[in-house]
């Protein structure tokens, strides 16, 4: 390591305090991370098949969804200390809450459904079991809390949700294997990543029917998505390419890609945007990267498929 870059990963060590989360899908696990010294400090058991998480609205808890155990884990994001585990979630795969925090929403991976919850601040309440496509695999819910867009991943499709009413919107079809879903500030264009082939799509979601406005090119199996933190960018993770991607909302570009060895999965990126951390799902590891520099800093062992990465101390959504 450089002594640039051991100065920028001091520093940000430093300033994060919060414990980092990554869920090993195949192990039933969290590795918790501690950020000054950057080993596994003990590892949490959850029910089968973790795969994605997501902090409350309020921060007080990460939740994880584990899709064959039917379970909700709640953790602290500062002790990293199990809170209480909530049954009868019925497969759970991915996760995600209304910014208005009254909905809390679920797709059913390998069921076909998502499952729209109402969030009174601390339990949720089924409101609907919306039937979908094959395989829902990802959700988004823009910045006014109304709608819901689902991703199916195996019949190709994108499905809008309305949140109050809990009935479709419209669907329309996409390229092959869409898996994370993201929106522009403005809530006016969706990104799709296609996991079965090399592109974002990026649909006007602004009128009553969407429209594909553009295909991204950002490497082979892309998938995850995460917010750089600054308003204007995200990062998508190309799996099979084994690359990081730098979107531009703005320009809706591609302009800036980042080597990323492994499998790469889901992000986070930590509260001062310096450093970008990927699960590496084939490799058993957590990977960081400098942002200014694109390199790759330190790698870190965690459990089998890891998947999912969260920390409290985060850049802004």
């Known amino acids: 390591m450089t002594a640039a ?8 060590a430093l300033a994060q305090t919060s414990p980092i ?15 000054v010294t950057w080993k596994e400090v003990k590892r949490l058991p959850t029910g089968k098949e973790p795969h994605h998480l997501y902090m409350t609205p309020d921060e007080k808890s990460v ?11 709640f953790i602290d994001p500062k002790t990293a200390g199990i809170q209480r585990t909530l049954r009868g979630v019925f497969d759970p795969y991915h996760l995600r809450f209304s910014p208005d925090m009254k909905w809390f929403v679920t797709a059913a991976n390998r069921l076909n459904h998502v499952d729209i919850y109402r969030w009174d ?3 949720i309440q089924l409101a609907k079991r919306v039937a979908t496509g094959k395989t829902p695999s990802h959700i988004w819910i823009d910045s006014k809390s109304t709608t819901a867009y689902v991703s199916m991943q195996d019949s190709d499709e994108l499905v809008a949700i309305d949140l109050a009413s809990q009935t479709q919107k419209w669907r329309v079809k996409t390229g092959s294997l869409p898996a994370d879903v993201y929106g522009t500030p403005d809530d006016r264009m969706v990104l799709v990543g296609m996991t079965g082939g090399d592109t974002v799509e990026v649909y006007d979601v602004s009128g009553k029917e969407p429209k594909l406005v553009k295909a991204i090119k950002t490497g082979a199996g892309a998938h995850a998505f995460r917010g750089a933190g600054d308003k204007r ?8 390419a084994n690359t990081i991607g730098k979107i531009d909302l703005q320009t809706l570009e591609l302009v800036d890609t980042y080597a990323a060895p492994g499998g790469p999965d889901c992000m986070e990126v930590l509260a001062d945007g310096k450093l970008l951390l990927v699960s590496s799902r084939w490799a058993r590891k957590l990977t960081v990267i400098d942002t200014a520099t694109r390199k790759i800093v330190r790698q870190v062992n965690v459990g089998k498929s890891p998947h999912g990465v969260w920390t409290l101390d985060h850049a802004p959504r």
Do not use: E, M, Q, W
Not at 5 to 12: E, Q, R
């Open 63 to 73: 939740i994880v969804a584990n899709a064959l155990g039917d379970t909700l884990t």
């Open 5 to 12: 870059l051991f100065c920028v990963f001091c520093h940000a």
């Open 121 to 123: 601040g601390s339990n």
């Open 233 to 240: 960018h995200v990062y998508v993770s190309n799996r099979v």
């Open 21 to 35: 989360f990554v869920l090993n899908s195949l192990d039933a696990s969290v590795s918790v991370i501690d950020p």
